[in-house]
């Protein structure tokens, strides 16, 4: 988000303003829109394309951060079980179930169909190395052996979501399944 820091009222114009926008955008990925522009967007949430142009630099910064608060949103708050073996298979499955519903299944899948080129970074891997990464800490700072970023990422993450893309089953029982996986390369 361009202007993170900025004071904002909790449930004032800018909140309802912003889910405005992220329905919308939501709305036009999940339809499969192939030219989603500043101008059509505007139109669906109702405001004007100036309020766009001010806070994204283009269209592609705004799917990003729409991504990132969709594919993350049920996640954010992590485990503090007291183990990381527990904490990473209550994680995983909290994004099984929440990449699982059809509103997330036809988003991911419509940003998927979208993408043409390849992406420098991808802001929804970003905060879920985060996420991770502070699991992992937690769990040195108990003395446990834990995997690394990379390999959670690569062998739990990624093939949650591989699955949800390509209509493949991803349910907590896989994901239990892959964090079983993962935690024979600690």
Same mark, same amino acid.
């Given at each position: ?55 994204? =630099?283009? $269209?592609?910064?705004? /799917?990003?951060? &729409? ?9 954010? @708050? *992590? #485990? ?66 834990? =995997?690394? $970023?990379?390999?959670? /990422?690569?062998? &739990? ?9 390509? @209509? *493949? #089953? ?17």
């Amino acid at each position: 988000m361009s202007d993170r820091g900025a004071a904002r009222r909790p449930g004032g114009r800018s909140d309802r303003v912003l889910t405005a926008i992220y329905t919308a955008v939501g709305e036009l990925v999940g339809t499969g829109a192939d030219r989603i522009s500043f101008p059509v967007i505007a139109e669906r949430a109702g405001i004007n394309p100036t309020t766009l142009y001010r806070r994204w =630099p283009d $269209v592609n910064a705004l /799917l990003e951060e &729409v991504a990132v608060a969709a594919l993350t949103r049920d996640g954010d @708050a *992590l #485990p503090d079980t007291g183990s990381f073996e527990q904490d990473l298979t209550a994680w995983a499955s909290v994004i099984a179930r929440d990449v699982t519903r059809p509103e997330r299944v036809r988003y991911m899948r419509a940003m998927v169909a979208a993408r043409v080129d390849l992406v420098v970074h991808c802001a929804v891997t970003e905060k879920r190395g985060e996420q991770a990464a502070e699991m992992v800490r937690r769990a040195h700072e108990r003395g446990e052996q834990t =995997p690394t $970023v990379p390999q959670i /990422l690569d062998h &739990v993450i990624a093939p949650l979501y591989h699955h949800v893309v390509f @209509a *493949l #089953p991803a349910d907590e029982q896989y994901a239990r399944r892959l964090v079983r996986d993962v935690l024979s390369m600690a």
